[in-house]
């Protein structure tokens, strides 16, 4: 791990349609903004309240960018890993900054959705290699295997 990276995690709203990117050695890159609204009690008035917003891009490559535009859309509560990034950019004369993030891991939250994970078959696409586009938007790989038996008395529990 480089000297002085900044890491974080945030959980978020997923605020914008996701960009997928095609790039010329056959990956992809997808991207969207996620907003992050701190939600606080306020006594004087005894209810809660909107806090601080953070907003940030958040882009990922390769075989999470796969995963991330098959799995998820705008409107979805997230948790995202990633490394944080300021870039410099030039407005009309302008120097203005946008915060973004370099992800390397990206889920729904558990605590606002549930999910039914499907794991990626091993091989060269899955690890990223650059043979065929991945899954279509919204459907896996392979469809998912029917539930155990025991995964079908947890979730009846």
Same mark, same amino acid.
């Not at 806090?51 to 940030?56: I, M, P, Y």
């Given at each position: 791990? /480089? ?11 997923? *605020? ?5 990117? %095609? =790039?010329? %050695? ?5 991207? +969207? =903004? ?6 606080? +009690? ?7 309240? %909107? ?12 075989? =999470? @960018? ?5 799995? =998820? ?7 995202? *890993? ?8 030039? %407005? ?5 900054? &946008? ?5 390397? *891991?990206?889920? /729904?939250?558990?605590?606002? !959705? ?6 990626? #078959?091993?091989?060269?696409?899955? @690890? $990223?290699?650059?043979?065929?586009? $991945? /899954? ?6 392979? #469809? #998912? !295997? *029917? #539930?155990? @038996?025991?995964? &079908?008395?947890?979730? &009846? &529990?």
């Amino acid at each position: 791990m /480089p000297i002085s990276e900044t890491y974080l995690n945030i959980n978020g709203r997923i *605020a914008t349609e996701l960009r997928r990117r %095609d =790039l010329s %050695d056959g990956g992809m890159s997808v991207g +969207f =903004l996620v907003v992050s609204i701190e939600r606080r +009690f306020d006594k004087e008035v005894g209810e809660w309240v %909107d806090g601080h917003k953070c907003v940030v891009w958040v882009t990922c490559w390769r075989r =999470l @960018a796969r995963h991330v535009w098959a799995s =998820l859309h705008k409107g979805d509560d997230v948790m995202v *890993a990633g490394r944080l990034r300021t870039r410099e950019y030039d %407005d009309n004369g302008t120097t203005k900054h &946008a915060t973004e993030v370099d992800a390397y *891991a990206i889920g /729904p939250n558990l605590a606002r !959705a549930t999910a039914t994970v499907v794991k990626m #078959p091993a091989g060269p696409r899955a @690890a $990223g290699g650059t043979s065929g586009t $991945g /899954p279509t938007r919204g459907s896996p790989a392979d #469809p #998912p !295997a *029917a #539930p155990s @038996a025991e995964m &079908a008395a947890r979730r &009846a &529990a």
